[in-house]
């Protein structure tokens, strides 16, 4: 790995996680691995970047040549390995527009959140893109979420910035071989990849949210699948 590479890992871990990627009406369903858009809005939100500024516009632009690795981290209890759970919350929402015009008095809407799921994400790419976000995540600017704002992490995001991924997977996962955990990560070229996510982000702002296809590779390993 080049001298002016660098790999900055993230560690999500807490009670609730949620990391949709298609999900924009009544049902707001998660994905099993985080999302490349919700990653990057923590991002953003570590280094206090303004939806559809300049700032972010710049970022966003860099970030496209990350590259990301998620990695599933099975979690333990009594030497059983605890399964992913989904949680379905029912939620009213008071007083939205209508299409047609008007005021709707309750909406009623249902987001799912996966449990007891811990998560490792690898970013590799340029050092100083890269050491920028390390500090911004040691002091963040705004409060960072694991996918919505309910979903408070609960140990420090912040997880290293090592020379190279393959030290930095050595560390973290002390060791052990990559090819033992479900992970996802971003296909080098489109043919590599085995599926596509509309989840690589273009632009936060409000008003016209943007996303990009992401061609990505599944390793299965040995965690257990949500329920």
């Not at 998620?70 to 209890?77: F, H, Y």
């Not at 992490?153 to 052990?176: C, K, M, W, Y």
Request: hydrophobic fraction near 40%.
């Amino acid at each position: 790995m080049s001298a002016d590479t660098a790999c900055l890992v993230l560690c999500l871990e807490g009670p609730l996680q949620s990391w949709g990627t298609t999900s924009q009406f009544n049902r707001r369903l998660t994905d099993l691995f985080p999302s490349r858009s919700a990653v990057t809005g923590l991002l953003c939100a570590a280094l206090g970047c303004n939806r559809g500024s300049k700032d972010e516009r710049d970022f966003l632009e860099r970030c496209r040549e990350i590259h990301m690795l998620a990695v599933a981290i099975p979690k333990l209890k009594h030497d059983k390995e605890v399964p992913i759970r989904r949680l379905e919350d029912y939620h009213t929402v008071m007083n939205t527009p209508k299409a047609a015009g008007g005021i709707k008095d309750c909406h009623i809407t249902y987001r799912h959140y996966l449990l007891d799921a811990a998560f490792r994400v690898f970013l590799t790419g340029e050092r100083q893109l890269l050491q920028q976000q390390a500090k911004a995540l040691q002091d963040p600017v705004w409060g960072i979420w694991l996918g919505r704002k309910c979903c408070i992490p609960s140990t420090p995001v912040f997880g290293g910035l090592f020379d190279s991924r393959a030290l930095a997977i050595a560390e973290v996962l002390h060791n052990q071989p990559l090819q033992n955990y479900a992970c996802v990560e971003d296909a080098n070229t489109f043919s590599e990849g085995e599926d596509s996510l509309l989840d690589m982000p273009c632009s936060f702002a409000s008003e016209s949210r943007q996303f990009a296809l992401r061609r990505i590779v599944r390793h299965h390993g040995r965690s257990a699948d949500a329920s």
